[in-house]
Structure formats: C-alpha cells, structure tokens
C-alpha cells in the first residue's frame, strides 16, 4: 500500500513561486507514474503534471506549460512541483497520485491512478 503525503502549499501573491513536494512510503516508487492534480471549490478535480517513472518523460496542462515544472528523486520517493508565475486562477487543493504503470500513458485521467494523497491548499491573492 502506497501512501502519499503532500506539503508546500500556502497563501502566495500573483507571481509567486511555490514548491510542492510530494512524499511516498510503501510499494516501489519508481514502479509508478507520478502526477500532479488540483481542484478549485466547485470544479472538477483537472490534471496539472505528469512524470514517468525514471523521470525522463514529463506532460503538463496547457494552462501551466512554461510556469510549472514536475520533478523526481526516485532515492528520495518523492516527486515535486515547482509553479512560478502564479496567477489567482492557480487557486485550488493540489493533490499528488500514483499509477502502476511501466507505461506513460493515460496519465490526464483520474480514474487510472491507485493512490492519491490528501492534497495541499495553494491560495494566490491578486
């Protein structure tokens, strides 16, 4: 069983940097896909970030590409988040998830992943 334990979130002005980290125990982690998701009071929980299991392969929304970037340290079991230029519209509960998967795919879809963590608010005041 792989539990996953955010941290790194707060209360930040429009472009900010926060960093996310996201801590794995249990199971292999670098068996699995790793991403990023979030969801804003009264929305859909959305996919951010996508990273593979060795980290060489990495997909982003397209409403953060350029702003944020997703990282790895497999000897570490933990995956990262870096969001620079942060706009009021990155409001949200961030969560980070697992997959089993020696396949990068299917990574945007909530349903595919086996582990979520109990996510991390990020609040950006303009």
Same mark, same amino acid.
């Given at each position: 069983q792989v539990q996953l334990a955010e941290s790194g %979130? @707060? =209360?930040?002005? !429009?472009?900010? #940097? =926060?960093? =996310?980290?996201? !801590?794995? #125990?249990?199971?292999?982690? #670098? +068996?699995?896909?790793?991403?990023?998701?979030?969801?804003?009071? @009264?929305? $859909?929980? $959305?996919?951010?970030? !996508?990273? #593979?299991? =060795? %980290?060489?392969?990495? +997909?982003?929304a397209d409403s953060v590409k350029g702003r944020f970037t997703i990282s790895r340290d497999n000897a570490k079991n933990t995956v990262y988040l870096q969001m620079n230029s942060l706009k009021p519209e990155d409001t949200a509960v961030y969560y980070c998830a697992a997959k089993r998967s020696f396949v990068f795919s299917n990574y945007e879809n909530t349903a595919q992943y086996d582990y979520w963590g109990q996510g991390t608010q990020v609040t950006v005041s303009s």
């Open positions: %979130g @707060g =209360l930040v002005q !429009a472009g900010g #940097s =926060l960093r =996310l980290s996201c !801590a794995a #125990s249990g199971g292999t982690f #670098s +068996n699995s896909l790793m991403g990023w998701f979030r969801q804003a009071p @009264g929305k $859909e929980r $959305e996919f951010v970030a !996508a990273i #593979s299991r =060795l %980290g060489s392969m990495t +997909n982003y």
